[in-house]
T-cell receptor
Framework: DTGVSQNPRHKITKRGQNVTFRCDPI?????LYWYRQTLGQGPEFLTY????????KSRLLSDRFSAERPKGSFSTLEIQRTEQGDSAMYLC?????????????FGSGTQLSVL | GIQVEQSPPDLILQEGANSTLRCNFS?????LQWFHQNPWGQLINLFY???GTKQNGRLSATTVATERYSLLYISSSQTTDSGVYFC????????????????FGQGTILTVHP
């Protein structure tokens, strides 16, 4: 168990550029989540995958955002035409549901700065 | 949606002191977790505790679901306990299936001085 891995750790981009982040969940975890955290706030839910199916998207996820999880393994989160308001920490989490117990394990996040 | 309030917002302790962090939530929950976010930003899952009491070393947590609150106890605090403690809940239950769409509180910032 190597934990949830996220790349890159930091990303600086200019407004209007596209960026893509990657998340590798804990192996055999079938659920994968993306959250966003801004300074001084708790993380906010963005979207969720069960295996390869994207089952829910928050209204925070505008049409500039797209997430995929091909083959139910790693996931990517792409932001098109970035805006300064997109600057935040993007966190990925994975879980394996056991009975009624679902414990989330988070990666270290990707810190995005849009200049 | 469900509201989560944590108190106190900030807490400063001397090493060795004990502390209690509180989480109030506005609706019944199926999933409640406590996390510690260290100074490097890593979120560590401390407890999955929608009800009852659990202990793990110097940390313990109690959730009283009927009264909609949870408490996190830290005993004999150490400088490595510093960081932000988050309570997160989810009350979604579709046909008995829960999932990890969590609503986080604002967190309690804990600073432990040597």
């Amino acid at each position: 168990d190597t934990g949830v891995s996220q790349n890159p750790r930091h990303k600086i981009t200019k407004r209007g550029q596209n960026v893509t982040f990657r998340c590798d969940p804990i192996s055999e975890h079938n659920r994968l989540y993306w959250y966003r955290q801004t300074l001084g706030q708790g993380p906010e839910f963005l979207t969720y995958f069960q295996n390869e199916a994207q089952l829910e998207k928050s209204r925070l996820l505008s049409d500039r955002f797209s997430a995929e999880r091909p083959k139910g393994s790693f996931s990517t989160l792409e932001i098109q035409r970035t805006e300064q308001g997109d600057s935040a920490m993007y966190l990925c989490a994975s879980s394996l549901v056991s009975g009624s117990n679902e414990k989330l394990f988070f990666g270290s996040g990707t810190q995005l700065s849009v200049l | 949606g469900i509201q989560v309030e944590q108190s106190p917002p900030d807490l400063i302790l001397q090493e060795g002191a004990n502390s209690t962090l509180r989480c109030n939530f506005s609706d019944s929950v199926n999933n409640l977790q406590w996390f510690h976010q260290n100074p490097w930003g890593q979120l560590i899952n401390l407890f999955y505790i929608p009800s009852g009491t659990k202990q793990n070393g110097r940390l313990s947590a109690t959730t009283v679901a009927t009264e909609r609150y949870s408490l996190l106890y830290i005993s004999s605090s150490q400088t490595t306990d510093s960081g932000v403690y988050f309570c997160a809940v989810d009350n979604f239950n579709a046909g008995g299936t829960i999932y990890g769409k969590l609503t986080f509180g604002q967190g309690t910032i804990l600073t432990v001085h040597p």
